[in-house]
């Protein structure tokens, strides 16, 4: 899958085991609301609340949970208005970032988020001077061992445009609005342990060759990662494996 770099994986498998259940299950729970407040609390009209209760299930969210941030979302329960803004920004070594909040406080996020870049070696960029490398995109992801044969005819049945070997997995790559039918026709074919998302897929990376780059790169993810307010860190770099275990080590 084009653009589509190792480091994402990777970061994904460190920060499934990484993170603390509790900021997990909130960061969640917050996309839930918001999803049911834009679109309505109901799954089979509203394909962002579909996808994002599916990711709420595979980390195990209790049920009860995200009821309750639906009827938030929707006015049934009282709660708090998050807005949604998207930050633009560089990180060490001209690699590009695109960090997405949820926040109930604008001000307050702006400043935070500005000084985790700077103390990380990073800056923020006018609006638009980093979104145009990024591209949504929905991915289903299906463990390795899967038959392709039968994963490529159910995923390209449901409508997928793509289906590629990135790591340990199979990467099917549809468009954000099917993902959660297309994740759904996957299941049913026989693949119960399939994960879905809507993410941004960077069209060009930046090759990342020194490990104390890719380290100073890493940290600045980190620290975004970790706050509070912050759902999602793109980023358009790659590097080797070599790379990676040497900035990790």
Not at 102 to 125: Q, W
Not at 150 to 176: F, K, N, S, Y
Request: with cysteine; aromatic share 4%.
């Amino acid at each position: 899958m084009s653009g589509h770099s190792k480091w994402s994986t990777i970061k994904h498998k460190k920060g499934a085991a990484d993170a603390a259940r509790g900021k997990l299950f909130a960061k969640l729970l917050r996309q839930v609301e918001v999803a049911a407040r834009e679109g309505g609390g109901d799954l089979e009209g509203n394909p962002t609340l579909r996808t994002m209760v599916a990711k709420c299930r595979e980390a195990s969210v209790p049920g009860d949970n995200i009821t309750r941030a639906i009827k938030r979302g929707t006015g049934e329960l009282e709660g708090v208005t998050y807005e949604a803004i998207t930050y633009e920004g560089y990180a060490p070594a001209g690699v590009a970032m695109l960090v997405e909040v949820l926040t109930d406080n604008r001000n307050r996020a702006a400043a935070e988020i500005k000084n985790i870049f700077s103390r990380n070696g990073g800056s923020l960029a006018e609006p638009g001077a980093v979104a145009w490398q990024f591209e949504r995109q929905g991915i289903v992801t299906v463990g390795g061992s899967a038959d392709e044969d039968a994963l490529m005819e159910a995923a390209l049945d449901a409508g997928a445009q793509d289906i590629a070997r990135v790591g340990d997995d199979w990467h099917v790559t549809t468009d954000p609005s099917d993902a959660p039918s297309v994740h759904e026709a996957i299941v049913a074919a026989g693949f119960p342990d399939a994960k879905v998302e809507v993410t941004r897929v960077a069209q060009n990376n930046v090759e990342l060759t020194d490990p104390a780059d890719a380290k100073k790169v890493l940290r600045l993810l980190d620290s975004l990662e970790d706050h509070d307010d912050v759902q999602n860190v793109y980023a358009n770099f790659d590097a080797s494996d070599e790379v990676m275990e040497a900035a990790t080590a």
